[in-house]
């Protein structure tokens, strides 16, 4: 039987293994991802309950629903997924993340399936998910069509896809790598490659090719003021997440 084919970049999952007992430390090497926290997951809680007609003012408004986090790290979104009633599976593909998210979702009294995979894999045995999570990952690949195809085979018919990433421009370069890497030490230099940024049109292009239907996009804006993060529908300058359904046909 021939072997499957996986997206992995080696050197970027060694990037992410090295940082892995720290990402509960919110003042460490992922204090960016505890920072923008909060803004994923009201776009993301908000896309889902549109989606599947859904009430976040219910106790577990996600329960039944079965979601997958890919590149889940130690678990900063599938936790407070899994509170709101998901049926929640983590995956990642640096090993060390996950014995950092068992321990974490223990101590949190949370039943999370946490796994050592690949998207890749986890389609090519036939799995399949409400929703999946797709944050901060696609940059990070070989070939972002093949990931993005495995993405979407994991989605049930009528599934949801939410993907966030970095827009290729020089604003990005300068506050993704120049300010967050060099200037603001908020993540080790060499994180991210931003020749492997993708823009919006591109990312929706790809979306397109591998079988989804972008339904929408905005971009998750710093205000240096406030210190904080916002949701913007114009400003998709530097990070921004996007939307796709699955045709329930499919």
Known sequence: MQAHQSTVDPSEIAKFEAMAAEWWDPNGKFKPLHMLNPCRLDYITGQIAGEFDRDLTQERPFA?????????????????????GAEIVGVDAAER????????????????????????????????????MNMEVVEHVADPLAYLTACQQLLKPGGLQICSTLNRNPKSYVFAIIGAEHVMRWLPKGTHEWNKFIT???????????????????????NP??????????DLSVNYVTASVKSKAA
Do not use: K
């Not at 950092?100 to 995979?117: E, K, P």
């Not at 406030?226 to 114009?234: P, V």
């Open 64 to 84: 039944g629903l079965r979601v997958l986090d890919i590149g889940c790290g130690g678990g900063l979104l599938s936790e407070p997924m899994a509170r709101l």
């Open 225 to 234: 003021l406030t210190w904080g993060w916002r949701l913007s529908d114009r």
């Open 200 to 222: 919006p049109d591109e990312l929706f292009d790809l979306l397109s090719q591998s079988g989804m239907e972008p339904v929408d996009r905005q971009g998750f804006v710093f």
């Open 97 to 132: 993340n996950i014995p950092v998210a068992q321990a974490h979702a223990a101590q949190s009294g949370l039943d999370i399936d946490y796994r050592f995979t690949t998207a890749e894999d986890m389609a090519a045995a036939g799995e399949q998910f409400d929703v999946v």
